[in-house]
């Protein structure tokens, strides 16, 4: 069952609430337009929605969202708006939790039968298999080539050290993030005795830097 339709499916328990429609960009929240623009209400809305993606039986990923307000204008353009965030979940060959991200608001669109997923808001990213941790203001995610981006500020933090920078791109585990534009990071080379460690401002060796 692919993941729109393990959506839909809790869909089908929506009652219909009227709502504004919405503009994102990137450093900022969703934004309501006002009151007298607007043209059209949610055709759905889902409360705390639990919605996962199987195959064989073995959960791939899972979205958690305690509100989904969805807008359709034909069935091939509609929108799915969490104005309260979401937590996606993936889960690797093994079954176990590896990959998390939250954010304060998120925002699925299909346009002309192409999906996008965007995040907004505190977005952070969790891989607990490498032990890192992503933090943005602004995620896109594109399902259909398996990778998320943002071109916002970003913060990286990892046992090898910590970068930062304009600019990310990773497959959709996050096992491979690479800072486009970094500043001012450093990594860890070693530790002494007291625990305190070195650090190289020049050949960090974490998540790499794309060149």
Same mark, same amino acid.
């Given at each position: #069952?692919g993941?729109?339709? *393990?959506?839909? &499916?809790?869909? #089908?328990m929506?009652a219909?609430?009227p *709502?504004a429609a919405i503009?994102?960009?990137?450093?900022?929240?969703l934004k309501?337009?006002d009151?007298?623009k607007?043209?059209?209400?949610?055709?759905?809305?889902?409360l705390?929605?639990? *919605?996962?993606q199987t195959?064989?039986g073995?959960?791939?990923?899972r979205?958690?969202?305690k509100?989904?307000e &969805?807008y359709?204008?034909d069935?091939?353009?509609s929108? /799915?708006?969490?104005? /309260?965030?979401f937590?996606v979940?993936a889960?690797?060959e093994e079954?176990?939790l590896e990959?998390r991200?939250?954010?304060?608001?998120a925002l699925?669109?299909?346009?002309d039968g192409?999906?996008q997923w965007? *995040?907004?808001?505190?977005?952070?990213?969790?891989n607990?298999i490498?032990g /890192?941790k992503?933090?943005?203001d602004?995620?896109y995610?594109?399902? /259909?080539?398996?990778?998320?981006?943002?071109?916002?500020?970003?913060?990286?933090?990892?046992p090898?050290?910590?970068?930062?920078?304009y600019?990310?791109e990773s497959?959709?585990?996050a &096992?491979?993030?690479?800072?486009? &534009?970094?500043?001012?990071?450093?990594?860890i080379l070693?530790?002494?005795?007291?625990?305190s460690?070195?650090?190289d401002t020049?050949?960090f060796?974490?998540?790499?830097?794309?060149?």
């Amino acid at each position: #069952m692919g993941f729109r339709s *393990a959506i839909y &499916r809790y869909m #089908m328990m929506a009652a219909v609430f009227p *709502a504004a429609a919405i503009v994102v960009s990137c450093g900022n929240k969703l934004k309501n337009i006002d009151a007298d623009k607007i043209s059209e209400a949610p055709t759905q809305v889902v409360l705390d929605m639990d *919605a996962a993606q199987t195959e064989n039986g073995q959960v791939q990923m899972r979205l958690k969202a305690k509100r989904m307000e &969805r807008y359709e204008s034909d069935k091939n353009n509609s929108r /799915e708006v969490f104005p /309260e965030g979401f937590r996606v979940l993936a889960y690797n060959e093994e079954g176990l939790l590896e990959t998390r991200i939250v954010s304060d608001e998120a925002l699925h669109t299909v346009t002309d039968g192409k999906e996008q997923w965007s *995040a907004y808001g505190n977005v952070v990213i969790n891989n607990y298999i490498k032990g /890192e941790k992503i933090e943005t203001d602004t995620l896109y995610w594109d399902r /259909e080539n398996k990778m998320i981006y943002t071109d916002c500020y970003v913060r990286l933090s990892s046992p090898q050290g910590f970068m930062q920078g304009y600019g990310l791109e990773s497959d959709e585990m996050a &096992r491979d993030a690479q800072l486009l &534009r970094p500043f001012d990071s450093y990594g860890i080379l070693s530790d002494d005795s007291t625990g305190s460690g070195y650090v190289d401002t020049v050949n960090f060796i974490g998540p790499s830097v794309r060149r």
